[in-house]
């Protein structure tokens, strides 16, 4: 079973590191990079130079070269791309915490999953909730309500990788 890790709206180029060093390490096939989330440095970047270089360079602080060995994509349209990805017979799996969703350790897979992982503040947009398959949750148990996305990401790859 294999898993694809898309990351939304995420603003932090150091939280986009972290999960491309994550996905690397625990065997995603690919992280899309979506919406404005900030990407590494690509053949035909359509970015200003000095832009490309800042992001580029804060992604590189926390991925430790995973960017260099592990598939990515920037993708604009997440809608499309969801399309494309159910198409191919991908379950596509929001990382949110909604009354729909299942705890993460009870979520039992049975074909290719497309995670889904939001923005640092609002998470995952509405209009995208509707549109994916299921929303699976990490539970809380102390004061905060939720975890960075980075270390969310990494615990449900994680997750994802044992139970394959």
Known sequence: MKTVLIVHNVRSAHNVGSMLRSAEGLGAAQVYLTGYTPYPAMEGDSRLPHITRKMDGQIQKTALGAEKSLKWTHVDDIFTLLGELKRGGYETVALEQTPEA???????????????????????????????????????????????????????LHHLRVIA
């Open 102 to 156: 299942t705890n993460l350790q009870e979520f039992k897979p049975t074909q290719d999953i497309a995670l889904i992982v939001g923005s640092e503040v609002g998470g995952i947009d509405s209009k995208i909730l509707k549109m994916v398959d299921k929303h699976i949750e990490i539970p809380m148990s102390g004061a905060k309500e939720s975890l960075n996305v980075s270390i969310a990401a990494a615990i449900a």
